[in-house]
């Protein structure tokens, strides 16, 4: 035992003389003396924690204006500072990260914008006993809204793409996109009235082609009904996530057609055989002669001309000295629905060059002749005496040659609405005069239709001075 307080005695007795120990007794004393200090006098401390986030989000949820699809989209203040009392040898080990701040949604579907109390709490990992309080005013500024979702189309001509151009004989036909839907805040989506896909690439095609474009405000402009550009409105809510386009890539297509140029081709209808038709076509002028046309079809390679309608072909007994008319273009691309008019011209005007050419006109001609394939069985009867007011035209060098006489005057009883095979039209009925020139004027036609008045009648009735037997005859007419 007495070795043991010999040994105690030892340790102080070199503590005291020894520096080193010395200071680390006096530390440890020290820090003894404090924490009982701060734990029994002075326990607890205050200190400002500054930027404590205030969640939006979960300020609406599970609230009647979430229920009805409000949101907060908007405020004048993102975070607050508090106060913080907690024992001091905890207190230094609290930051914002510890609390987060919500604000009241009472009033939040009446006028905008609203002011809200602001409420903090503490986070759920944080078990500091501790109390604080808002620095400043602890209200907040903000604008409910309820939250909407739009689609918008993209029509063709709201896709703009200058550098994407069809290769040469080609057409770019028409460009589709996706629909575009986007959420946000009802107003701001509301005051979309639409928008236009800007393509910044640059490339000819010669067939139809896919695109994929970025569904970003860098390449969509967004405009409102008077035609504003609005995407300086929109882009802050963009930014902060709170509006959002539902894709990430747009599809465009690109449709190509293969372009071809057709003359317009017309037909001269009631010309005699002999009759020289190219004489007509020389002075007959087409405005235009030609359009282009496009189609998905890979056979218009093989077209030339570009029929008219049928019913607008040319009859020679209606060109006259002062002739023109019109062709309906849409008309003739009826019978070719797979083609499209890229020229954009309705109307074809024809003009007639009258240079050179007379005209003559004849009164009573009565030298009338029939064309009667059933003159076994049925006989004809002029019963008009002559026609009057015939014209013809053509060179006056051949003009003059022609006398009254030389006119041949032909009615085919075959040519009646109600004519049946084997079987003439029985009774009077009008009929068309074919007027023709002698076949050596291959340069000179008759102008006008003509008609004459004819009598069916089968042969077993008595025959009168005036009926034909033969299958062609003529008859003079009083």
């Given at each position: 035992m ?7 005695k ?75 009392t ?11 990260d ?16 609203v ?11 944080n078990?500091?006993?501790c109390n ?178 049928t ?29 499209t ?26 030298n ?11 006989k ?5 005496q ?89 008859a003079?007419?009083?």
């Amino acid at each position: 035992m007495k070795k043991f307080y010999k040994k105690i005695k030892a340790f102080i007795e070199n503590s005291i003389y020894n520096n080193t120990m010395l200071l680390i007794i006096s530390i440890l004393t020290g820090v003894a003396v404090w924490g009982y200090v701060t734990q029994k006098e002075y326990p607890d401390s205050t200190e400002t924690i500054k930027g404590i986030h205030i969640d939006y989000e979960a300020s609406t949820a599970g609230t009647p204006a979430e229920e009805e699809g409000y949101k907060i989209y908007e405020s004048d203040v993102s975070d607050v500072d508090i106060k913080v009392t907690a024992n001091r040898t905890k207190l230094a080990f609290l930051n914002k990260d510890d609390f987060y701040a919500k604000v009241t949604v009472d009033n939040y579907s009446s006028e905008q914008p609203v002011v809200v109390s602001l409420q903090v709490f503490k986070a759920d990992e944080n078990d500091v006993d501790c109390n604080w309080q808002v620095i400043g005013n602890a209200k907040a500024t903000v604008y409910f809204y309820k939250e909407i979702t739009r689609t918008i189309e993209i029509k063709d001509e709201n896709i703009n793409a200058p550098n994407i151009t069809a290769a040469s004989g080609y057409k770019l036909k028409n460009k589709t996109c996706d629909s575009l839907s986007i959420t946000g805040p009802e107003p701001y989506i509301n005051s979309i009235a639409g928008c236009t896909l800007n393509m910044l690439q640059s490339v000819s095609y010669d067939a139809r082609k896919t695109i994929s474009v970025d569904a970003s405000l860098d390449n969509i402009t967004f405009y409102d009904e008077d035609g504003n550009n609005i995407n300086n409105t929109l882009r802050p809510y963009f930014i902060n996530n709170s509006m959002r386009i539902n894709k990430k890539e747009l599809t465009v297509t690109m449709y190509i057609s293969k372009t071809h140029q057709l003359d317009i081709n017309y037909s001269i209808t009631d010309a005699p055989s002999y009759f020289n038709q190219d004489f007509i076509r020389k002075r007959l002028t087409l405005d235009p002669k030609s359009i282009w046309i496009s189609s998905d079809d890979p056979s218009v390679a093989d077209m030339v001309t570009l029929p008219v309608s049928t019913d607008q072909n040319i009859s020679l007994k209606d060109i006259g000295l002062d002739f023109s008319t019109t062709f309906d273009i849409n008309k003739a691309l009826e019978s070719y629905p797979k083609l499209t008019n890229d020229s954009n011209v309705s109307k074809c005007i024809v003009s007639f060059d009258n240079s050179g050419l007379t005209s003559k006109t004849f009164q009573t001609l009565s030298n009338f002749s029939f064309k009667n394939p059933y003159s076994s069985k049925y006989k004809a009867e002029p019963i008009t005496q002559c026609l009057n007011d015939v014209t013809i035209i053509g060179p006056a060098s051949d003009i003059a040659k022609i006398t009254a006489n030389d006119l041949i005057l032909e009615i085919d009883i075959s040519k009646s609405s109600t004519s049946t095979t084997g079987k003439p039209d029985i009774g009077r009925n009008n009929y068309e005069v074919s007027v023709r020139p002698p076949e050596q004027f291959k340069n000179v036609w008759v102008f006008g239709h003509y008609t004459a008045e004819v009598e069916i009648s089968e042969l077993n009735e008595p025959l009168s001075t005036n009926s034909y037997s033969s299958s062609t005859s003529t008859a003079n007419i009083q």
